[in-house]
């Protein structure tokens, strides 16, 4: 397999259930990031993760929980989310530093909250 | 505020026309990027622009650094329905993150 991986596509969630997302990347990046696209939004910076360190926390509510166990893997934990929290949920891997360093996102996995 | 302002945010137009969508900042960036997004999939690179008044050609699409970098349009000649999708311009800001503009979403109708 090549390229960003996400995992489910989909999901349907009750705001009381815990889940959580998948992304691997297989292009030997060093630098994760979980980005949140909703209708009415931009696409939104949630977590950035390089050389598994956590670089940024763009004010994400801690009932969203990011895990980078190594440099292939991220994880998205979700607990007690809200319905306003249903978007589409995108993951994506760079190498870094470069100037002009390009990003590569997976699929992305569609969230409901129910 | 947005740092990146896109215009128009909907753009609906018929095949064969001609169209032009815009990336504006008051910022100065060091380079900019231009991503298409189609509908199930995730964005996926475009073409990267660096210096200014730089212009980039591919295939029908023509992009445009702004003389000053605050700024870069994006226009397609003949559009066709295959050039249907949200278009995204982006900078990277530090060393690690990219932040995106709202996009245009551009429709062709046959």
């Known amino acids: 397999e090549t390229g960003v991986t996400q995992t489910p596509r989909h999901l349907v969630m009750g705001m009381t259930n815990k889940k959580s997302l998948k992304c691997e990347q297989h292009l030997g990046h060093n630098a994760m990031y979980w980005y949140k696209q909703s209708a009415k939004k931009p696409l939104e910076l949630m977590f950035v993760?390089?050389?598994?360190?956590?670089?940024e926390n763009n004010s994400v509510p801690s009932r969203f929980s990011p895990e980078c166990p190594n440099s292939s893997h991220l994880f998205l934990h979700l607990h007690t989310l809200q319905p306003e929290d249903s978007a589409l949920y995108l993951c994506a891997s760079s190498q870094v530093p470069a100037e002009n360093t390009e990003a590569f996102f997976g699929q992305g996995t569609r969230l409901t909250v129910v | 505020t947005q740092l990146l302002e896109q215009s128009p945010q909907f753009l609906s137009i018929q095949e064969g026309e001609n169209l032009t969508v815009y990336c504006n900042s008051s910022?100065?960036?060091?380079?900019l990027q231009w991503y298409r997004q189609e509908p199930g999939e995730g964005p996926v690179l475009l073409v990267t622009?660096?210096?200014?008044?730089e212009v980039k050609k591919l295939k029908r699409l023509t992009f445009q650094f702004g003389d000053a970098r605050k700024d870069s349009s994006l226009h397609i000649t003949a559009a066709q329905p295959g050039d249907t999708g949200l278009y995204l311009c982006a900078v990277i800001q530090g060393a690690q993150k990219l932040v995106f503009g709202q996009g245009t979403r551009l429709t062709i109708n046959p």
């Open positions: 993760y390089s050389l598994e360190e956590r670089v």
């Open positions: 910022s100065v960036f060091s380079s």
């Open positions: 622009v660096v210096t200014g008044g």
